[in-house]
């Protein structure tokens, strides 16, 4: 059975980091796209960043310049180093792999940005 299991959700104050990590087992890591996605109360679930199996990424706008997206292919881990954290990227953040018509999410991690 496919699992991706994000870790690595807290609390931090605004300005601060953290840094996220989506464990995956039972899929051929290295050939799926991966990305990071967020889910804010009472908005709908947006994309945040996404790396290719090659290693493209892309992310939202509203991250450009802060938060970096990276994967390990040996360790089947994909990772969101988050920097410059503000009170708005406050969310639960969910890891999603995706091959032709396959996607999978993991469970989800809270992140709250606040003083």
Do not use: H
Not at 28 to 44: C, L, T
Not at 79 to 101: F, H, I
């Amino acid at each position: 059975q496919v699992q991706l299991v994000e870790s690595g959700g807290g609390l931090v104050a605004p300005g601060g980091s953290l840094r996220l990590s989506c464990a995956a087992s039972q899929i051929i890591f290295g050939i799926y796209v991966m990305g990071w996605y967020r889910q804010a109360p009472g908005k709908q679930r947006e994309l945040v960043a996404v790396i290719s199996s090659f290693g493209r990424t892309n992310y939202a706008d509203s991250v450009k310049g802060r938060f970096t997206i990276s994967r390990d292919n040996a360790k089947d881990t994909v990772y969101l180093q988050m920097n410059s954290l503000k009170p708005e990227d406050t969310a639960v953040y969910y890891c999603k792999g995706s091959r032709g018509s396959y996607d999978y999410w993991g469970q989800g991690t809270q992140v709250t940005v606040s003083s």
